[in-house]
């Protein structure tokens, strides 16, 4: 299966700034990333960047880096513009895989990509693994999905879903395998995305701050594949940095 990835990156990230840059080992983490993508066995690797600091970087080290419009609001709007200047053809797989993503598993990738290629009336791919801690199912940072019969998202959610009805408030029943928490990683086909990025935004999706929902309000279909993979570890807060890098072995330099 031939398939693309963009890697969106953005130099001002409002809870870590630079996080992209942030040394891992002596590497810049974006390279991480990008290593990750490489290993995928993707075609086509590019980091859309909003800074001409990131772009020098990730050159540097050899990677595809190209400059993209600093008015976006998300990664998604900066995949698209990618999809478009490289003249895409509608039906190329597209895997959006943010830059603060440094142990994200290749294999994911392509399983997020084989899903959609199997699902010809899917618009969107993404992948789901069963929660088993009611912590984890009740925290507002952890998303949750619900989905149907056919593996399609019904709902995102930052809240604990989905809830069963007679149960104390105080004491919430854990839904068991119904609880499903989504993993941030899409596959578009390119002219699902470039419909998606000229969607307006939805209320759904502003009283959630999840983009997802722009999708599905606008009756997007997102196939679901459940993973035995557990959700990686993102890079959000210095925490999370400095954690990743004990985990990560270092990189050859360049």
């Known amino acids: 299966m031939k398939f693309k990835v963009v890697i969106p990156a953005r130099l001002g990230s409002t809870r870590l700034p630079r996080k992209v840059l942030l040394p891992i080992h002596g590497q810049p983490l974006i390279r991480y990333v990008h290593g990750i993508a490489r290993a995928s066995g993707a075609d086509e690797v590019v980091i859309a960047a909003d800074h001409a600091e990131i772009i020098d970087v990730c ?3 050899g990677a595809d880096a190209q400059l993209t419009a600093t008015s976006h609001q998300s990664g998604t709007d900066r995949a698209n513009e990618i999809a478009i200047a490289r003249k895409w053809p509608a039906e190329t797989i597209v895997i959006n895989l943010q830059g603060d993503e440094p142990m994200m598993p290749p294999a994911m990738i392509r399983e997020a990509v084989s899903l959609l290629a199997t699902d010809a009336e899917a618009d969107i791919a993404t992948l789901a693994h ?3 801690a009611v912590d984890e199912w009740k925290n507002p940072n952890v998303v949750k ?3 149907d019969e056919k593996g399609r998202a019904l709902y995102f959610s930052r809240a604990p879903i989905p809830w069963k009805r007679a149960q104390d408030p105080s004491k919430p029943d854990f839904p068991g395998e119904l609880a499903l928490r989504h993993i941030g990683l899409y596959a578009y086909r390119a002219g699902a995305l470039a ?39 993102g890079v959000d807060t210095e925490e999370d940095w400095r954690a990743v890098a004990r985990q990560l072995p270092p990189l050859p330099k360049t």
Do not use: Y
Request: proline content about 8%.
């Open 130 to 132: 069963r929660l088993h």
């Open 145 to 147: 999905i619900v989905m």
């Open 59 to 61: 050159r540097r080290f």
């Open 195 to 233: 419909r998606f990025a000229a969607l307006p935004p939805h209320p759904l999706e502003q009283c959630e701050a999840l983009e997802q929902l722009r999708a599905l309000a606008h009756g997007m279909k997102i196939r679901v594949g459940i993973t035995t993979h557990a959700a990686p570890r």
